[in-house]
């Protein structure tokens, strides 16, 4: 079943238009980024579930689809998404789930995607829900900068369509200047998993 968006966390900053509806891309609001800087356990914290999930999926066979960075950089692709995580969690205040194994059973914070990237461009997959709310997260530890948001619909545009990598499967990159304000990021329904 898909989620759906209740209500912006700042009615003040919402886009104009139904109360569900968000404007896709030439519409979009100037992103007013949020820094936060996680503390040393934090840091210490969120790696240790990074490797966990690096080990896990080593131990079960499995393989990232999407190798960007290739195979030096993936044991630090999943401690720096988890550092993401920490990070947009402790921006707005919610509980992190800090999940392993979870993937898309239970949501990275709340019921947000949390996507960290080194270049600032929001990673949205083609099969991705489109009803997913995905957030923008930059930076390295201990600083981190929650960019904005998106939802999944409105990232497939055909020019956002990239393979960086050869040989790898090509997602949507938004590029963070055409993200939401995250002062409008809605509040969902749903639960907030672990603690």
Not at 9 to 31: F, I, R, W
Not at 64 to 81: C, D, I, L, S, T
Not at 92 to 121: M, P, Q
Request: overall charge positive; hydrophobic content about 40%; aromatic content about 8%.
């Amino acid at each position: 079943m898909e989620r759906q968006i209740e209500k912006p966390l700042h009615a003040a900053c919402a886009p104009t238009g139904s109360e569900h509806h968000y404007p896709a891309g030439s519409q979009a609001m100037t992103p007013a980024p949020m820094n936060v800087t996680l503390t040393d356990a934090e840091i210490m914290f969120a790696a240790t579930i990074g490797l966990r999930r690096e080990l896990e999926a080593r131990n079960s066979g499995r393989r990232n689809r999407y190798e960007y960075g290739g195979e030096p950089f993936a044991w630090g692709k999943h401690v720096v998404g988890a550092l993401a995580e920490k990070a947009f969690a402790k921006a707005l205040g919610l509980k992190w789930c800090a999940g392993v194994n979870t993937f898309r059973d239970v949501s990275d914070v709340a019921d947000y995607e949390v996507r960290w990237s080194r270049d600032g461009r929001l990673k949205c997959r083609p099969d991705e829900k489109d009803g997913e709310v995905l957030v923008g997260v930059a930076g390295a530890a201990p600083v981190f900068t929650v960019q904005g948001w998106m939802l999944a619909a409105h990232a497939k545009r055909q020019e956002w369509l990239d393979a960086p990598v050869k040989n790898q499967p090509p997602a949507y990159f938004v590029p963070a200047s055409m993200l939401y304000c995250i002062s409008t990021l809605p509040v969902r329904a749903g639960r907030i998993e672990g603690g």
